[in-house]
């Protein structure tokens, strides 16, 4: 139990295009989940907090015009990186909070982003 | 400012040997606590959780919890080289979020 996919699991984009992650859970629902950015041996950084039918939270320093989350349903959320460019190469993964949980967070498998 | 630390490490242990990973907290308050697993190039797999007080024990692994002096542990037992990797302590803080306060890791090295 507690699985959540990614999708796609990489891709390549060119410079100024725009590109949609999408989270799901696929056998809880999900309070909430959150996307995170990890650069190659770094910490997580946690971008921001989504709830099903509510704005996201951006953490400090995150572009919300440049980092477009919508959660529309208890399973699915989406990451729009909007005018990529090569510095927001990065990997990126959501988690979700299941509904019925007590805080436990499970992390999806992660979308590799390379921007040329 | 809420932390959590973790020695970076690496720390190297023998095959079969207890690798024990530490993890100190600031926020006397936080209610949850959790160790994650993570392969290079990999997201975080969870391993375990603890909420109370005292040992937790899972099979190989074991995490233990003491509030009073603000800092969780874990324990693997019988370590093997498919245990190497880089363990994240995260934290909850309470007060209605779902939010983790995440430690840097420790890399984590089992010897053949």
């Known amino acids: 139990g507690a699985v959540v996919s990614q999708h796609p699991s990489w891709v390549i984009c060119k410079s100024g295009t725009s590109v949609k992650i999408e989270c799901r859970s696929l056998?809880?629902?999900?309070?909430?989940m959150f996307w995170y950015r990890q650069f190659p041996k770094q910490s997580l950084m946690l971008m921001a907090t989504?709830?099903?039918?509510?704005?996201?939270?951006?953490e400090q320093g995150v572009e919300k015009d440049k980092f477009l989350i919508n959660h529309a349903s208890l399973t699915l959320s989406t990451l729009t990186v909007t005018s990529a460019h090569p510095e927001d190469s990065s990997f990126y993964i959501c988690?979700?909070?299941?509904?019925?949980?007590?805080?436990?967070?499970?992390f999806g498998p992660g979308t590799r982003l390379t921007v040329t | 400012q809420k932390e959590v630390e973790q020695n970076s490490g690496p720390l190297s242990v023998p095959e079969g040997a207890i690798a024990s990973l530490n993890c100190t907290y600031s926020?006397?308050?936080?209610?949850?606590f959790f160790w994650y697993r993570q392969y290079s190039g990999k997201s975080p797999e969870l391993i375990m959780f603890?909420?109370?007080?005292g040992d937790k024990e899972d099979g190989r692994f074991t995490a233990q919890l003491n509030k009073a002096s603000q800092y969780v542990s874990l324990l693997i037992r019988d370590s093997q080289p498919s245990d190497s990797a880089t363990y994240l302590c995260?934290?909850?803080?309470?007060?209605?979020?779902?939010?983790?306060?995440f430690g840097t890791g420790t890399r984590l090295k089992v010897l053949a």
């Open positions: 988690s979700a909070s299941d509904i019925s949980g007590l805080y436990e967070q499970y």
């Open positions: 056998d809880f629902q999900a309070t909430t």
């Open positions: 989504s709830n099903e039918g509510s704005k996201a939270t951006y």
């Open positions: 926020d006397r308050g936080s209610q949850s």
């Open positions: 603890i909420y109370s007080n």
């Open positions: 995260a934290v909850n803080p309470g007060s209605g979020t779902y939010k983790y306060i």
